[in-house]
């Protein structure tokens, strides 16, 4: 059973989600406890499922990833089947960061970066254009990333 989150948990996940990289050391001053009670909580928070992992955000830009394009697609048929296998379809597209089942004109909502304009219409024309149940794609593409954030307001 999950248990429910006081103002320390908060705080500790507020640090780590703003530097994973802190220490349990450096956790515990900022808290003004001791190391093992620190360590011992961030250890239930994982175990809980509150922390899914650590991760380090990479510069796009720096690793040649400039073109990001959100993709929005419509199904030709949307009983279960066919939307368990695209989202299985989906799964298996490295280049696709972000998925997302959606309410409203369309069905899903993909995050994808790219090299290049010319990698984009190769990955669509490649692998999107292979998953046989997609009836509309529309491609708009960011000129500006003017706010990324992972952090939740807790």
Known sequence: MVEKLD?????ILKILQNDSKKTTKEIAAALNM????????????ENDGYIKKYVAILDKKLL???VTVICM??????????IDKFEEQIQ????VQECFHMA???????????T??????????????????IGVLESYFVLKEIKQSTEFVI
Do not use: A, C, Q, W
């Open 7 to 11: 103002n320390v948990d908060l705080t």
């Open 34 to 45: 001791t190391i093992s009670p620190v360590y011992e909580r961030i250890k239930r928070l």
């Open 92 to 95: 298996e597209l490295p280049e």
């Open 104 to 114: 409203g004109k369309v069905d899903f909502f993909l995050k994808i970066n790219m």
């Open 73 to 82: 697609v419509s199904l030709r048929y949307h009983n279960e089947g066919f």
């Open 116 to 133: 290049s304009l010319d990698d984009y219409h190769d990955f669509v024309r490649v692998k999107l254009s292979n998953i046989s149940n």
């Open 64 to 66: 040649n990833y400039p």
